[in-house]
Structure formats: structure tokens, C-alpha cells
């Protein structure tokens, strides 16, 4: 999946319908909107944290995932399981952006 379309899939995630509602968006050189997950942290993060606050059962105090960032090597893991997703960049948050984008599609197959 392409950067347009992992930064659509994760405003999709984070319950934004207009883009432009997202707080995500910077113009480029053309002056067009564009989201910017895969490039500021100020915006990845919150995605982040929302990911591990998924929770399956509301008698837990915690959520099912937890992410690991090492170097430019993301993991999302499901608690005491393997890795349900990873990403690796040149950069920490390409690695990130991309762990994150995967794990958004493997979890609308199971809520699904």
C-alpha cells in the first residue's frame, strides 16, 4: 500500500470521514492537502496510543497491544502472542507509518 493510502486508512482508523477534519494535513508544493501521518510524529502518535488502548474485554484495565519502536523497526504485538504486524524504514517513523498501516489491515479483518 502506497503512502495516500496508508494515510487515508489510518484517518479512516482514527474515525476522520473529511480528511481535512484530521488536524493531519499540511499543504504540499502545489497548495493541495494532503495527510501527513507517515511524517509527523505529532500526528502518528495519537494513533499510536489508540492502538494500545484497543481492548477486547471491558473488564480489562489495559489494552490487547502493545507497540515496539527499536531503531527504525516498529512491532504491534497482541498481548503475550507474536507480532500481528511490524515495519521496518530508513527512518524510525517510515517504519512506524508502515507497522501501523499493516496492522490497520489485519485488524479490519477481524473486526470484520
Not at 4 to 10: A, C, F, P, T, V
Not at 31 to 59: A, H, Q, R
Request: charge should be negative; aromatic fraction near 12%; proline fraction near 2%.
Amino acid at each position: 500500500m502506497g503512502i495516500i493510502e496508508g494515510n487515508k486508512l489510518i484517518a479512516e482508523f482514527m474515525g476522520y470521514e473529511d480528511f481535512k477534519q484530521t488536524g493531519a494535513v499540511m499543504k504540499d508544493a502545489s497548495m493541495k492537502f494532503v495527510l501527513c501521518y507517515d511524517s509527523v510524529w505529532s500526528e502518528m502518535m495519537p494513533v499510536v496510543e489508540k492502538i494500545e488502548e484497543i481492548k477486547t474485554n471491558d473488564w480489562q484495565n489495559y489494552g490487547d497491544f502493545y507497540v515496539t519502536i527499536q531503531h527504525c523497526n516498529c512491532r504491534i504485538h497482541k498481548l503475550h502472542s507474536r507480532p500481528v504486524a511490524e515495519g521496518d524504514g530508513d527512518t524510525k517513523i517510515e517504519g512506524v507509518f508502515e507497522a501501523v498501516v499493516k496492522f490497520i489491515q489485519w485488524y479490519n479483518t477481524q473486526t470484520k
